[in-house]
């Protein structure tokens, strides 16, 4: 149980284009969702908190209007990457949180990795 | 504020052989502590949690890490190391639990297996 989905997997796009990444909790409804994004060799650092239903929380020096974040339903939130450069290129990975109870757990999507040319 | 710090970016160990990744947070009120592995292009599996019930916390594929108040220590063992054990481990700690704060993570350990 307790599994989390991202898709795509990886991909690769065109400067100033934009890029939707999908975050899917399959079989538990997540009111909470997290985004991360890891460089090569580094750990996760925290973008942005989503609730369903509401707007994201964006961590300092995460620019909201560059990367839009929707939580559309209990088990899907989105991230666009909106006007994508090379530097944008990394792993992003989403968590969802089953439940509200104090020390639940962030269960973790397999990732997405992009590349922007 | 909370942080983490894992001594060592790599530890290498023969299968077989004890495996210890060392952990340690710094937190102003008792903390949430996480173990996760990462293997390659993939995103993270947790494999146990400190959630202030029994010190000696037990997870997944054998693995298991005790909270040492007193050293401000979360370390990670496993008796025998097994190939498949090969990853990168990340500790977290957390005020609020997974749910409501954010998770803080130390930079990772990797963990090879010699055969």
């Known amino acids: 149980g307790a599994v989390v989905s991202q898709h795509p997997s990886w991909v690769i796009c065109k400067s100033g284009t934009s890029v939707k990444i999908e975050c899917r909790s399959l079989d538990f409804q997540a009111t909470t969702m997290f985004w991360y994004r890891q460089f090569p060799k580094q750990s996760l650092m925290l973008m942005a908190t989503?609730?369903?239903?509401?707007?994201?929380?964006?961590e300092q020096g995460v620019e909201k209007d560059k990367f839009l974040i929707n939580h559309a339903s209990l088990t899907l939130s989105t991230l666009t990457v909106t006007s994508a450069h090379p530097e944008d290129s990394s792993f992003y990975i989403c968590?969802?949180?089953?439940?509200?109870?104090?020390?639940?757990?962030?269960?973790f999507g397999p990732g997405t990795r992009l590349t922007v040319l | 504020a909370q942080s983490v710090t894992q001594l060592g970016s790599h530890v290498s160990v023969s299968e077989g052989a004890l495996v210890l990744l060392r952990c340690n947070y710094s937190s102003s009120v008792p903390p949430y502590l996480f173990w996760y592995v990462q293997y390659p292009n993939q995103g993270l599996q947790l494999l146990l949690k400190?959630?202030?019930?029994?010190?000696l916390v037990k997870g997944i594929n054998g693995f298991e890490a005790e909270f040492k108040k007193s050293e401000t220590s979360f370390h990670l063992t496993k008796p025998s190391a097994h190939m498949s054990d090969a990853a990168e481990y990340f500790c977290?700690?957390?005020?609020?639990?997974?749910?409501?704060?954010?998770?803080?993570f130390g930079k990772g350990t990797k963990l090879s297996v010699k055969p």
């Open positions: 968590s969802a949180v089953p439940g509200l109870g104090v020390a639940d757990t962030q269960y």
């Open positions: 977290a700690v957390s005020l609020y639990g997974g749910s409501q704060g954010n998770l803080i």
């Open positions: 989503s609730n369903e239903g509401s707007k994201a929380t964006y």
């Open positions: 400190y959630t202030s019930a029994a010190t």
